[in-house]
C-alpha cells in the first residue's frame, strides 16, 4: 500500500508553520480556519489541536469531508490533503494516541479541548504559479530568495534575527 503522508509529505509539514482546514457546515456553506498546533502522526492521520474551533468542531460533527493544506511560505510550496474527519474527546479510549504530539508542542499555553482526526485519501501538491508557467526559469532557490525579499526578513546566517 502506497504511503499517502510519506517522508517528503512530513518534513513539509514540519517546516510549516500553520495548516488551513477547510470543512462544511451542515448547509453546505465551507469554512477555512488557519490551526497552529497539527502533526502527521502516521503515513495515513494528520492530527489537529482544537484549542479555540468550535465551528470546526461542529462542521467536522455534521460532514466529515475536510481540506488541509500546508505550505512552506518561502518556498512556496506544500501540499493539499483530502480526507475524512474525526474529533476525538478527552474521554476517548485512544484519545492519548492523537493528542500526545500536539501536548508536546502546545506546552502549558494552549489548552487542546479535542483532537481533529483526519485520515487521509488523497494529497495533491500546491505551488507558486511559477513553477509551472515558468519552469525553466523557476528554481525553489530562487523562490526562497524573492520570498526573504517581500518579507523583509533576513537568513540568520547573514545576520539576520
Aim: charged content about 20%; glycine content about 6%.
Amino acid at each position: 500500500m502506497k504511503q499517502l503522508l510519506g517522508p517528503d509529505i512530513q518534513a513539509m509539514a514540519q517546516r510549516s508553520v500553520l495548516c488551513w482546514l477547510a470543512t462544511v457546515d451542515a448547509s453546505g456553506q465551507p469554512n477555512v480556519s488557519p490551526k497552529e498546533i497539527f502533526a502527521v502522526l502516521d503515513s495515513e492521520h494528520i492530527v489537529v489541536a482544537n484549542i479555540a474551533s468550535p465551528g470546526s468542531a461542529r462542521n467536522i460533527r455534521a460532514n466529515a469531508k475536510v481540506c488541509l493544506s500546508f505550505i512552506d511560505v518561502f518556498a512556496q510550496k506544500g501540499y493539499k490533503v483530502l480526507g475524512l474527519a474525526t474529533e476525538a474527546q478527552p474521554s476517548d479510549a485512544d484519545y492519548a494516541r492523537w493528542a500526545d504530539p500536539l501536548r508536546a508542542m502546545a506546552g502549558e499555553r494552549f489548552p487542546i479541548h479535542s483532537v481533529f482526526v483526519v485520515r487521509a485519501t488523497k494529497v495533491e501538491p500546491i505551488v507558486a504559479p511559477s513553477y509551472r508557467l515558468y519552469p525553466l526559469e523557476t528554481s525553489e532557490a530562487m523562490q526562497i530568495e524573492a520570498a526573504l525579499r517581500a518579507y523583509g526578513v533576513w537568513r540568520a546566517d547573514e545576520g539576520g534575527l
